[in-house]
């Protein structure tokens, strides 16, 4: 277990830099392009290279679980096998986004070392390194991450859809449609889910009822209260993040403020089930009084989009309760961070050769 | 006792700079020789070469994440311990180890 919580913090320390640059990229120039109302083409151009650096966040992801595993020779299957969790090649399959990046990584840790220690025939071993290993791995993590993950991700999705529309065909259950839209974008932060959540959106859009609007608001506080919420929390009760979460306190608000959800990552690996379950209640309340006060909105994008609300105010409301409910779970749940050991713990070692 | 030791945590702001700092200063209160490498957000710092780990008797490995270059520490007595212990317990894990090793010799 160890040996996966190390792969996984590897593949966050080598992805945060993407992060940073991808969110803050998307954010400025939204603000630049919404606030101050030109279009300038270099701006826009700027947001589609901050779109592109997105998309590089699941293949440097694998890779990097893949090295931490398998050392060297995980990196190119690792990154391909994320690439394709960002790209989904067939038809009927869906994108799995970094949480399919993550099986990649762990597969194919695994399946490098295996091939490592297959025996072959001698004259064959010094092609093994440079030809076997890259292909068979190669061909092997595309095969089970374009198939089977594939398309287990895209039944998902299709299953998901249809129980959305289900539930959106009943105005009684508008508010319960509210809050799930809402939590599946906070469970995953960025991943798959909510990407589920934004194409049944789109499926709705144009729908007479005008729920297309009203579930785009819903989904307002799934995508900003997880990271607003870690940067109060850690603001609010230091001790129980570490220094590091600390310093990124102040990048995750502002882009949970722009609507880029991807920020909460490095806080939820740490803290699966605290992180995530703290911001799913906080944002599902959000997403719940979306529809409990019939807001809809036409925009995106965070704050960049409550101007386009039919109650502004209201809007606002929502996500701020959203992430006051969030922020103050958070700060309750969490256990001091491990940095705080007192220094009588005894220390327990082994040497190894 | 001649010690060899890499810091590294998954942000590499913090915590490898911390542990590094404390284990240099335990080394120096205790009289150990000690280099400490850090690999943070930067890469590489403070490099280890193979005449010091040649030289060494011990390799300490105060890492969260996987580490670059690893393979120069293959077939030397290294202890792998947490980093957050690294900032808190120096003094203690450096006591501790030169009981141990002065048990093997």
Known sequence: MRKIQKALMTGVSYMLPFIVLAGMTIALTGIVSTYFGVKIDFITKLNGFGWTVMGFIPPIFGAYVAYSLADKAGIAPGFIGGWIAANPILEGTKASGFLGALIAGILVGYLVNWLKKMPIPTVLESLKPTLIIPLVS???????????VGFFVGGIYTAIINFLLTLAAHPSSAILLGAILSAM????????????????????????SGLGFMANAAVFPGIMVPAISVGLASYIAPKKFTESERKSAPGAIITGLVGITEATLPYAFRDPIRVIGCNIIGSAVGGALMMAFKLATSGVSGVIGIPAANNPLLFTLAIAIGVAISTTLLVLTKKEASETISSEDS??????F | MKIVAVCACPTGVA?????????????????????????????????????????ADIVILAIEVAIAKRDRFVGKPTVNIPIQMAVRNADSILMQLAEKLSKLD
């Open chain 2, 15 to 55: 915590h490898t700079y911390m542990a590094k700092k404390a284990l240099e200063n335990a080394a120096a209160k205790l009289g150990y020789n000690i280099k400490v490498e850090a690999q943070g957000a930067l890469g590489i710092e403070n490099e280890i070469t193979i005449q010091e780990v040649k030289d």
């Open chain 1, 138 to 148: 190669g061909w092997i993590i595309f095969v089970l991450m374009a198939y089977p």
């Open chain 1, 347 to 352: 220390v327990n070692f082994d040497i190894t």
């Open chain 1, 185 to 208: 974008c906070a469970f995953d932060m960025g991943g798959p889910l909510g990407k589920i959540a934004i194409t049944f959106i789109f499926a709705v859009w144009a729908d007479p």
